[in-house]
């Protein structure tokens, strides 16, 4: 992040335009429109400018720029096309330590202007950083699409009932959500279709029985293999809505920075044999901050039903009252699968596909080979990579042919994955010569051999015969 998006109270404060031209103009008009007192300084300026000042009491000082210009300024805007005098500005401004913005000169500026979308009080802000204002503009149109204008009326509603809700529920965390369940509910529908004394007089009946409002939940939430853009709407909306994030090495960073800034985050590790926080100490963690009023989410790679161990979390929650949540997530063996161009079910290939934990819960790779030796089904191995020499034995022990396809998915749908291929003869030497690391998928079935006709990912692809 290269600025800091900041909102600037501006009532009453001297700013410095230099520059007096159609661009000039603009950033005249928003920094009038915070309440700037305003002063130009330019050899000649635009009608609309000189119209704008004389509207606002501004000052224009008919001269070319000098440093003496910047004596009682506070923001200094830059908007000449003179590269030379932008320049000088951003020089001067800054020995003085003013924050200052050059147009159109992101490497010249402190600060910058995001481009707006406004709804009365409602403001959202979208900057790239100088990098694309195209993207920028796109953007906000269509923001501006999507917000409607009576979200103003629905903020300057909530500004003014603001003290009341306070003094009636002085606890923040039960505040936030009587917020957010008023904003999405029964009440602000009413504010959008302008029927705000409907709206006041039922929040302030809600206000008079809040004892049953708030209570703790917990919501377990498949992330996905990785890609952000891989989380459903739901799961986004409530990891958006949590107190309290608990979250594993599996859930990318990417995804965790998606929730509210102000939320509690806690890592609980689950790496191989090495968990920062033991199982069971997780549920009981859950249990506990649910008990104090908190939304709780437990974020988990992939999907919490398959291979999660979320089954076990919501068994301690249901067992002892607390509310719950289950959001599926796209399975790690669907993602890997299908960013590798492998199809896990193709009619000349496979006819089924069975999952399967790639170690058990005591830590040994044993399962019914038997079940595993349909040469018209898909296997897919979850965690994999540690017990690879002996399922690749087992599988061959007890009939699969060593020639069998077989694909290993490193770090699935992330700018770091890697598909190994080779057969259950050759890719335990494979992997001792590539060395890919954990999460990793093993995929086992004649559909491997479409990897190299179907692969789109290709960066990074180690791909052996």
């Avoid at 000189?50 to 440093?67: I, K, M, N």
């Avoid at 707006?116 to 979208?126: D, N, S």
Wanted: glycine fraction near 10%; charge should be neutral; aromatic fraction near 6%.
């Amino acid at each position: 992040m290269d600025f800091l998006p900041v909102s600037l109270r501006l009532s009453g404060t001297s700013v410095l335009l230099v520059g007096g031209g159609q661009v000039a103009t603009r950033k005249a008009r928003l920094l009038l429109k915070a309440g700037a007192r305003l002063t130009v300084v330019a050899p000649e300026i635009g009608s609309e400018l000189q119209q704008l000042l004389a509207d606002s009491d501004g000052v224009w000082h008919q001269a070319s720029y000098s440093s003496a210009a910047l004596e009682h300024a506070v923001l200094v805007v830059a908007a000449t096309p003179h590269s030379s005098v932008n320049q000088q500005v951003y020089r001067d401004a800054t020995q003085r330590r003013l924050q200052v913005n050059v147009v159109d000169s992101p490497d010249l500026c402190t600060f910058i202007f995001p481009a707006i979308v406004e709804r009365g009080p409602l403001t959202v802000a979208i900057s790239s950083g100088g990098n694309s204002p195209v993207l920028v503009r796109l953007l906000r149109r269509r923001i501006e699409a999507m917000v409607p204008a009576a979200y103003g009326n629905l903020a300057r509603f909530a500004g003014r009932l603001r003290d009341a809700v306070k003094a009636a529920i002085p606890g923040e965390t039960a505040r936030r959500l009587f917020w957010e369940g008023s904003v999405e509910g029964t009440v602000g529908e009413l504010v959008l279709a302008g029927r705000e004394e409907q709206a006041e007089a039922l929040l302030r009946t809600q206000l008079q029985d809040t004892g049953n409002l708030y209570r703790g939940e917990v919501y377990l939430l498949g992330a996905g293999p990785g890609d952000p853009d891989l989380m459903t709407f739901k799961a986004l909306r409530l990891l958006q809505s949590a107190d309290v994030v608990l979250y594993d090495r599996l859930v990318a960073t990417e995804i965790v920075d998606m929730a509210r800034r102000d939320a509690e985050r806690i890592y609980v590790g689950k790496a191989r044999s090495d968990h920062a926080v033991p199982q069971h100490e997780i549920n009981q963690l859950l249990v506990m901050l649910a008990r104090q009023g908190k939304r709780v989410v437990r974020l988990k790679g992939g999907d919490p039903f398959i291979f999660g161990r979320g089954g076990e979390e919501i068994d301690l929650l249901a067992e002892n009252g607390i509310p719950f949540q289950v959001i599926p997530g796209i399975t790690a063996a669907s993602a890997a699968a299908c960013y590798s161009g492998i199809p896990l079910t193709h009619r000349d290939y496979a006819r089924s596909v069975r999952f399967v934990a790639g170690h058990l819960k005591d830590g040994t790779v044993s399962h019914n080979w038997e079940d595993f030796q349909s040469e018209s089904e898909t296997l897919v191995f979850y965690m994999g990579l540690v017990g690879l020499p002996v399922i690749c034995e087992q599988l061959q022990r007890h009939g699969r042919s060593q020639d069998t396809p077989v694909a290993l998915v490193e770090r699935a749908t992330t700018a770091g994955q890697r598909v190994i291929t080779g057969t259950l003869g050759t890719m335990v030497d494979i992997v001792q010569r590539e060395q890919p690391r954990a999460p990793t998928l093993i995929i086992v079935g004649d559909v491997v051999r479409l990897h190299q006709k179907l692969a789109w990912f290709g960066a990074g692809d180690k791909r052996q015969a």
